[in-house]
C-alpha cells in the first residue's frame, strides 16, 4: 500500500481469496475501543474472521456489531487508515463455508487444523464483516475519516 488512503486500505483487505492480518477494533459498553489482530479473508467485498467465541472480543461484538478495521501486523499495530464496518456471527451452514474460505495457504490450514481441534463445533465463533460505503466514498474522494468534505 504505497498511498495509504481508505480507499486503498478497502482494496487490500478485500483482494479476494487472499488473507491479511487485520487490526480488528471492536468496542467496549463504554464506547472505548480495543484493538486486536485477526486474521481475515475476503470473499464477494465482504470479510471473514474467526475467534474462540469465550473471548472478550467475542462478548463486545455481541453488544455491538460495530468495527474498524485497519491493515495490522501479528503485534497489533495498525499499517494503514482504519475503515469502518459492521459484523455478524455466522452459524451452520454459513460459518462452514466462511471456516473453509479461512483455510487459505499454510498459516490459514495450521489455524484452521487449531481451531476444529481446541474450539469444535460452536466453541468457535465466525464472523462475516461488510465494510460501510461511507469510507469507500471518502477514499475515492481522498478524504481521509473524520474529516469534512469540501464541496
Not at 479476494?16 to 485477526?38: A, Q, Y
Not at 475467534?51 to 468495527?67: E, F, N, S
Request: net charge positive; hydrophobic share 35%; no cysteine.
Amino acid at each position: 500500500m504505497s498511498e495509504k488512503t481508505t480507499h486503498t486500505t478497502r482494496q487490500y483487505l478485500t483482494t479476494p481469496r487472499k488473507g491479511h492480518m487485520t487490526l480488528l477494533t471492536s468496542f467496549r459498553r463504554n464506547g472505548v475501543g480495543v484493538g486486536t489482530p485477526v486474521g481475515t479473508v475476503a470473499s464477494h467485498g465482504k470479510l471473514y474472521f474467526m475467534t474462540a467465541a469465550d473471548t472478550w472480543k467475542a462478548k463486545r461484538l455481541a453488544h455491538d456489531p460495530r468495527v474498524t478495521l485497519a491493515p495490522g501486523n501479528r503485534k497489533g499495530d495498525a499499517l494503514g487508515p482504519a475503515i469502518t464496518g459492521t459484523v455478524r456471527r455466522l452459524y451452520a451452514e454459513e460459518a462452514k463455508r466462511a471456516r473453509d474460505l479461512l483455510r487459505i495457504g499454510i498459516v490459514g490450514r495450521f489455524f484452521g487444523i487449531v481451531f476444529d481441534r481446541k474450539y469444535p463445533g460452536e466453541k468457535t465463533a465466525v464472523y462475516e464483516m461488510v465494510l460501510d460505503e461511507r469510507d469507500a466514498d471518502m477514499g475515492k474522494r481522498g478524504i481521509e475519516k473524520g474529516q469534512p468534505a469540501h464541496s
